[in-house]
């Protein structure tokens, strides 16, 4: 079955230090992979996809991430974090039959601490 | 671009009382919408899968007759909670899929407390 793992339930990094958040899939084809932010109390907002081409990705608000087939991983990246990054991130992968459902991990909580 | 909203952010309801939750996309149309469930701390469940014109798609375990989903147009989409009770209190998220494309926009959710 399909699936997506975050191995990290939460994170702290300080501000203007590196971050990357890891991200896992189990997937027979290559799938569509995507990141989501979710800021407390509010819905998600799509950060980076990755369908074909050039394996790193650059998204919004500074993130980019990796997809490394051989490792079959999805890893999001940047470079220095800011206090408003602070947020719950979901890896995302969908599926490419099966009404192309999307399979959400199960998140992963980033603080940011001064 | 690709905005979707959700009406209302929040709402309060009495226990039976049933509640219309709707879900717009502003600047796109979507043959599929999603709408997901979400407890405090955990990641989205999918409920349902809308599309267009056609009845939707309920995931196992979800009471079809009590979340009624309609998606009468490629920018609208409606969940209704009948007969709600507390255990249904939650944040309900829907999302919206361009017509062609594989990402999903998410509404800003919507706060269910039934007292």
């Known amino acids: 079955a399909q699936s997506v793992t975050q191995p990290d339930i939460h994170i702290t990094v300080s501000e203007g230090a590196s971050l990357e958040l890891r991200c896992n899939y189990s997937?027979?084809?290559?799938?569509?992979l995507f990141w989501y932010v979710q800021s407390p109390g509010q819905g998600l907002q799509l950060l980076l996809k990755?369908?074909?081409?050039?394996?790193l990705v650059q998204g919004i608000k500074g993130f980019e991430a990796e997809f490394k087939r051989s490792q079959s991983s999805f890893n999001l990246r940047k470079p220095s974090v800011h206090w408003s990054d602070a947020a719950e991130y979901f890896c995302a992968v969908v599926r490419g039959t099966g009404g192309f459902k999307t399979i959400f991990g199960a998140g992963t909580r980033l603080f940011v601490k001064a | 671009g690709a905005v979707v909203s959700q009406h209302p952010s929040w709402v309060i309801c009495k226990s039976g009382t049933s509640v219309k939750i709707e879900c717009r996309s502003l600047d796109f149309q979507a043959t599929t919408m999603f709408w997901y469930r979400q407890f405090p701390k955990q990641s989205l469940m999918l409920m349902a899968t809308s599309n267009e014109g056609s009845k939707a798609t309920y995931e196992q375990g979800v009471e079809k007759d009590k979340f009624l989903i309609n998606h009468a147009s490629l920018t609208l989409s409606t969940l209704t909670v009948t007969s709600a009770h507390p255990e249904d209190s939650s944040f309900y998220i829907c999302?919206?899929?361009?017509?062609?494309?594989?990402?999903?926009?998410f509404g800003p959710g919507t706060r269910l407390t039934v007292t």
């Open positions: 990755y369908f074909s081409g050039d394996t």
């Open positions: 999302s919206a899929r361009p017509s062609g494309g594989y990402e999903q926009y």
């Open positions: 997937y027979g084809a290559t799938p569509y």
